[in-house]
Structures are given as structure tokens and as C-alpha cells.
């Protein structure tokens, strides 16, 4: 049986087609389930979740203003992947622009820092998807 997060966003978005050819194709993610007369679809990427519904003006969906892009306006979803080049290189073919170039960030986390490679790119619809190579943890310089 499937396993499904605890917390799992659902974005919705302009066109699920554009979205699922980034999320899957690009990203990694495999289609978990989908219902494509809702315009919906459940993804998964090791266990990273979430859920895209195309925006329906007609279907009651919860929304709570008018949508305008960029969707997702603060907030970034950070994903952890096994290595980024293979997305990136999967993203520049696909003729996806990074929003933040890759870069390695060391972040404290109360006495160690954690390290992560990482990179920022916007879905079709503007939603900021950062993913994240661990690089493992060190001892604090200075505090």
C-alpha cells in the first residue's frame, strides 16, 4: 500500500500537463496516483510529496484570492535529492532557467552546520522548488 506524508502541499496550477512534464520529467518525481477527469494528480519522489490540481473556476475549489502568477508568493519547497546535477543538466535540456544557481550552503543548526548543495528553479506556474544534495555536517566554527 502507498504510504503517504503527513504533510503533503497541493499546488494548484494553470495547465497539469506543463506541470507534470516539470515535476516528473524534470524533477523525478513518479506519479503516485492521479485523477486526470479532476485535473489532479498525487506525486512522490523518495517520499517527497505533493499534490497538483488544476485550477477549475467552475469545480468550488478552495481558494482563498485570485491566483496570479508567480503562484506561491513566499514560500519555497526545499526537496531533498540524491545529487543535483542530474536534475539541473535534465532542467537545461528541457530549457528551464535556474532561479538560484547552484551553490554549496553550510547552515547552523544549533552546534553543527548542515551542508547542502542546492539550487532554485520555478515550476510553470512561478511555484519556487529548491532541492537539496546533503553534504553532511560539521562542527560550528564560532558561534
Known sequence: MFHRNRLV????????????????????FSIAYQRPEDGFAYLDLN????????????????????LSKPF???????????????????????GFALFRACKDTWYRADNVEVGQREFIVQDPDGYLI?????????QVSSI
Open 47 to 66: 517520499g517527497a510529496q505533493v499534490m497538483l490540481e488544476q485550477v477549475d473556476p467552475h469545480a468550488g475549489q478552495w481558494l482563498t484570492a485570485a
Open 130 to 138: 529548491r532541492l537539496v544534495e546533503r553534504l553532511g555536517e560539521r
Open 72 to 94: 506561491g508568493r513566499g514560500i519555497n519547497l526545499q526537496i531533498d535529492v540524491e545529487a543535483v546535477a542530474p536534475v539541473i543538466h535534465r532542467l537545461e535540456q528541457a
Open 9 to 28: 502541499p497541493e499546488l494548484m496550477v494553470t495547465h497539469l500537463e506543463k506541470s507534470l512534464a516539470f515535476w516528473v520529467a524534470c524533477l523525478g
